[in-house]
C-alpha cells in the first residue's frame, strides 16, 4: 500500500496545481506571502489567505481542493474490493492529519526579472520513510500470530498511521527552494516539480 500512499500524494499536487495556475496579476505581489499560502491551503487546510491572493472565496477553494483530495482517494483504491469503505474513510482522514505535522517556515525570497525563488525551511517527518518496514513488520507479526485478515490491511495501516502522528519524529532541519515564476500574462505558479520536490523534504518516502 506505499504505493498508495505515494500516489495520493502525487496526484493532490497535479490538482493543487492546477488551482494554483488561476492566481492572477498583483501589484506588489507577495512571494514568499505567496508560497506560505499555498502550503497552509495543502498542508493545513487554510484557505483564507490562499483564496485572497487567487481571487476566489475560501469556500471555493476549500471545495475545490477538498473535493480532488476525495477523488485522489477515491482513484487510489479503484478496483479494491476488500476494503471497507469505512477503512477507506478512515485512511482519508489519517492521511489529513498527518499532512498536517508538515513543519515548514518561509524565510525569505530573492527577485530577479520579474520571477522570485523563495527560501522554505522545512522538518522532515518521518512517518512514510518508516511505512514499508512497519507494515511489512505488522503483516509477518499477524502470520504469526494467525491472525492475518487480507480485508484488514487498510486499517492496519490506518492503525500505523494514526500512531504516528501521536509520536511523530522529525530529522534536522534543511532548506528548499521555491521558484515562483510569472508568465506572458503575469500569472505567477509555482512548478509541479517544486511542489513535488517540497513534499518529498517534508514527508520523505511520500514521493
Known amino acids: 500500500m506505499k504505493g498508495t500512499v505515494r500516489k495520493t500524494a502525487a496526484v493532490i499536487f497535479t490538482a493543487f496545481m492546477t488551482l494554483a495556475m488561476l492566481c492572477g496579476c498583483a501589484r506588489d505581489f507577495d512571494a514568499e ?3 506560505k499560502a499555498c502550503l497552509d ?7 483564507d489567505a490562499y483564496a485572497d491572493m487567487v481571487g476566489i472565496s475560501a469556500d471555493e477553494a ?11 482517494v477515491d482513484e487510489a483504491f479503484l478496483g479494491d474490493t476488500v476494503t ?8 482519508s482522514d489519517a492521511i489529513v492529519n498527518v499532512y498536517k505535522l508538515a513543519k515548514y517556515e ?3 525570497s530573492v527577485e530577479k526579472d520579474g520571477n522570485y525563488v523563495v527560501t ?3 522538518q522532515p517527518c518521518m512517518i512514510f520513510a518508516n511505512l514499508e518496514e512497519e507494515m511489512t513488520a505488522r503483516a509477518e507479526q499477524a502470520v504469526a500470530d494467525g491472525t492475518y485478515d487480507e480485508t484488514k490491511y487498510i486499517a492496519s495501516l490506518n492503525g500505523y498511521l494514526n500512531d504516528a502522528v501521536s509520536s511523530c519524529e522529525y530529522g534536522d532541519t534543511q532548506e528548499v527552494q521555491v521558484n515562483v515564476t510569472r508568465d506572458e500574462d503575469n500569472v505567477y505558479t509555482i ?13 520523505p518516502g511520500a514521493v
Open 120 to 122: 522554505v525551511e522545512v
Open 84 to 91: 471497507s469503505e469505512e477503512d477507506k474513510q478512515a485512511y
Open 191 to 203: 512548478s509541479e516539480a517544486d511542489l513535488t520536490y517540497i513534499e518529498g523534504a517534508l514527508f
Open 33 to 35: 506571502g505567496y508560497v
Open 41 to 47: 491551503a495543502l498542508y493545513m487546510r487554510e484557505y
Open 106 to 108: 518561509v524565510t525569505g
Open 62 to 72: 476549500k471545495s475545490d481542493l477538498e473535493g480532488d483530495f476525495q477523488s485522489t
